[in-house]
């Protein structure tokens, strides 16, 4: 979804579980359903069972979902642009064989109208660096059809 002040992007995750063992599959559910979705140890290190998204832009600029966890506004002080946080998400559906859930991310300002790299990361979920361009051109072009609604 495109906004005058940024656009929101949906992520789909799905998982079954095959023939893991019980306690392997309740461990990447954890993963899964985010409950490590910000890692508050004070290690240098980032956790992998962190799931990382964020872009990359054109002019070398870039944000991930780890810079500003939580942020969700240019009020009351905004960080430096662009910010890509988590935004909304939820669990879809799960059983003891597979599990659905959507997270939602923040992107503001709006992306350059010009193609930019959107990047995602999970490596205790079992996905590598992952890159998909995203054309800005059609985000800015949606954004300009945006009607207020209150």
Known sequence: MAYPSGCQFGLQIAGRRGAMPAERWHELQDVLLGHDR????????LSDRILRCGVQ????????NVEHPGWNG?????PSPPVFTESGG?????????????????????????????VVEWPAAGVS???????????????EAAVPFW
């Open 90 to 118: 939820g669990l879809d559906g799960g059983s003891t064989n597979e599990v659905h859930i959507d997270r939602g991310f923040w992107l503001w300002p709006l992306p350059p109208a010009e193609p930019f790299t959107l």
């Open 129 to 143: 660096l992952t890159k998909t361009e995203v054309d800005g051109a059609a985000i800015v072009t949606a954004s």
């Open 38 to 45: 910000f890692d508050t140890d004070a290690s240098p290190t």
């Open 57 to 64: 832009f054109a002019d070398g600029s870039k944000a991930t």
């Open 74 to 78: 240019p009020e009351p002080s905004a």
